[in-house]
């Protein structure tokens, strides 16, 4: 017996991660935090059914993201951070259940994406 659907696990997660974004992760996103997340969107990767081609261009995210925390350029660590990242699963966990936002094309995945993640980015600023 289960509490929570999988459709209704994966939102409550997503939404777990924006509000630890919110509340507790700095302007720039630890090194740790980076990696937790681009390890949990593999999980997430391979739970949701997605076209190929999104699939890849998502891939290829994680493996930028990973290339970017063994160079440390740290400037670019928010696009991995906790906002970015829950916003992105939230998107994705929706558009894979027919929501408002859909998932079958890599450019309706990243407008998507950037709408969700520019207004958790603004609540961010504004709680703080």
Same mark, same amino acid.
């Not at 409550?12 to 720039?28: C, D």
């Given at each position: 017996?289960?509490?929570?659907?999988?459709?209704?696990?994966?939102?409550?997660?997503?939404?777990?991660?924006? *509000? !630890?974004? =919110? /509340?507790?992760?700095?302007?720039?996103? +630890?090194?740790?935090? %980076? $990696?937790?997340?681009?390890?949990?969107?593999?999980?997430?990767?391979?739970?949701?059914?997605?076209?190929?081609?999104?699939?890849?261009?998502?891939?290829?995210?994680?493996?930028?993201?990973?290339?970017?925390?063994?160079?440390?350029?740290?400037? *670019? !660590?928010? =696009? /991995?951070?906790?906002?970015?990242?829950? +916003?992105?699963?939230? %998107? $994705?966990?929706?558009?894979?259940?027919?929501?408002?936002?859909?998932?079958?094309?890599?450019?309706?995945?990243?407008?998507?994406?950037?709408?969700?993640?520019?207004?958790?980015?603004?609540?961010?600023?504004?709680?703080?």
């Amino acid at each position: 017996m289960y509490f929570l659907d999988p459709f209704q696990a994966g939102v409550a997660s997503s939404l777990v991660v924006i *509000l !630890y974004g =919110i /509340f507790y992760e700095r302007r720039i996103p +630890s090194s740790t935090s %980076v $990696l937790f997340n681009l390890m949990s969107f593999l999980v997430l990767l391979a739970s949701i059914d997605l076209v190929p081609l999104v699939f890849l261009f998502l891939l290829l995210y994680v493996i930028l993201g990973y290339v970017i925390i063994k160079a440390k350029i740290k400037s *670019l !660590y928010f =696009i /991995f951070g906790s906002k970015s990242f829950g +916003s992105l699963m939230f %998107v $994705l966990i929706l558009g894979s259940n027919n929501y408002f936002f859909g998932i079958y094309m890599p450019f309706s995945v990243t407008v998507s994406w950037i709408i969700v993640a520019a207004v958790v980015h603004l609540i961010s600023y504004l709680v703080k």
